[in-house]
């Protein structure tokens, strides 16, 4: 079937070490996105990509690193820089072009912890 | 993007219609209107959009008022699996396609009493 693929589902982090998490769609959705969630809040965005090899940033990117280097992937980096990168990520994506009113469609997110 | 008004909870007993409001009193001509639910520590669900015409599909019905600035969205036959914490989303459709992310808010939690 047809999805998006997060993994891990629960990923720890020490202090001052960078954690990459992993985001796979079959989907052939041109436009991939990286989102943050805090108890009890909504989502916001962290970078976004609309095609291969180009990605922009959203509303908290700072100490955050992306890439995009194949359609049907989206690695998120969180750096040392991110000083309260304790939160649930989630990746999603969407169609393009004529399906620009397409939805997004999102993994079943990681729960980033600190140790 | 316009913003979006929810209640913060509702109840509803299994079986029954569940309709959660939305209001969008600030929606222009060219924004859509998206609802998606999450059900605890998974990944929002896509449920249903609309631009201006009422809408249905599997999982439910949106009704857009005639002047756009409020919708509903309805669950015709509640279930206990329908707990869970919706989201309504106004978004403009931006250059390139629309690839801009989703605000989220707080969303509505829609609890399904047995």
């Known amino acids: 079937d047809g999805g998006i693929t997060q993994s891990p589902k629960y990923l720890f982090r020490k202090e001052g070490q960078n954690v990459t998490l992993s985001c796979e769609q079959n989907?052939?959705?041109?436009?991939m996105y990286w989102y943050r969630q805090d108890p009890g809040q909504g989502l916001r965005l962290i970078y976004y990509s609309q095609i291969v090899n180009d990605f922009q940033k959203g509303d908290i990117a700072e100490g955050y690193s992306v890439s995009r280097e194949k359609k049907e992937s989206f690695p998120l980096t969180v750096t040392s820089a991110q000083k309260n990168p304790t939160a649930f990520y989630l990746c999603?994506?969407?169609?393009?072009?004529?399906?620009?009113?397409?939805?997004?469609?999102f993994g079943d997110g990681t729960r980033l912890s600190i140790l | 993007d316009a913003k979006t008004t929810q209640p913060t909870s509702m109840d509803c007993a299994e079986g029954r219609a569940a309709n959660l409001p939305c209001n969008h009193s600030t929606i222009s001509g060219n924004e859509y209107v998206y609802w998606y639910r999450q059900i605890h520590s998974q990944g929002p669900q896509y449920i249903i959009h609309?631009?201006?015409n009422n809408e249905t599909n599997e999982m439910a019905s949106l009704i857009i008022t005639e002047d756009r600035k409020s919708s509903t969205l309805i669950l015709p036959h509640a279930t206990l699996r329908d707990t869970a914490v919706y989201y309504c989303i106004v978004r403009v459709l931006g250059s390139g396609g629309g690839a801009d992310g989703l605000t989220f808010g707080k969303g509505t939690h829609l609890i399904i009493q047995p």
């Open positions: 989907l052939n959705h041109d436009a």
């Open positions: 609309g631009l201006k």
């Open positions: 999603a994506s969407s169609g393009q072009g004529k399906f620009s009113n397409q939805p997004q469609h």
